[in-house]
């Protein structure tokens, strides 16, 4: 019976293991001070998340923590049957140890002004592509799901080169992807 025990627990360790997110390489001579000069950014395609009309944005705090770690806000706001909800995501993030360019990122969660529900996520990220200016992309994994998001100075389209030639040097087809392209966040906001 403990050898049944034993194996069923080794099975379920190595599934866990094996489908566990491998972070891509980040951009070569990353330059954090320049990347975390870029104070607002906008999510306009996402890999694996369902589409929906939500706009995500970015801010980052110029300044960087006396620990090396660097804070961000993000900000996710949407509508469902025309009531505006929004997320609050206060996170701050840690360069891994020999890795430039990828972090290990926590984050608390707040659902609304007035509601006092407040959980944290844990994740890891990696810059794999950026001008430190107009845009970013980053693979994300958390313990439930990976995904690549697409981040831009602003949120019409795909309108920067780098983004285009990056994923056509790659070959992957940008148009596959969850698009947040067709949603004007001045108007979810209001």
Not at 43 to 49: A, D, F, Q, R
Not at 111 to 125: D, G, R, T, Y
């Amino acid at each position: 019976m403990k050898m049944i025990i034993a194996v069923t627990f080794l099975g379920i360790l190595m599934h866990v293991f094996a489908e566990k997110c491998e972070l891509l390489p980040a951009v070569d001579k990353f330059d954090s001070d320049r990347y975390f000069s870029v104070l607002h950014l906008f999510v306009t395609h996402s890999k694996n998340e369902p589409k929906q009309q939500v706009c995500r944005e970015y801010e980052t705090r110029k300044k960087k923590n006396k620990d090396g770690t660097s804070s961000t806000r993000m900000l996710k706001v949407y509508k469902i049957g025309g009531k505006l909800h929004k997320t609050v995501l206060n996170c701050i993030k840690t360069p891994k140890r020999g890795s430039e360019g990828q972090f290990s990122v926590k984050c608390e969660v707040k659902v609304a002004k007035n509601v006092n529900i407040k959980n944290k996520v844990q994740l890891e990220l990696s810059v794999i592509a950026t001008d430190y200016r107009d845009y970013a992309l980053l693979p994300i994994c958390t313990e439930k799901k990976d995904n690549i998001l697409v981040l831009q100075s602003h949120n019409k389209g795909i309108g920067h080169s780098g983004v285009q030639k990056y994923f056509k040097a790659k070959g992957r087809p940008l148009d596959q992807w969850n698009s947040r392209t067709t949603v004007n966040c001045d108007d979810v906001k209001n």
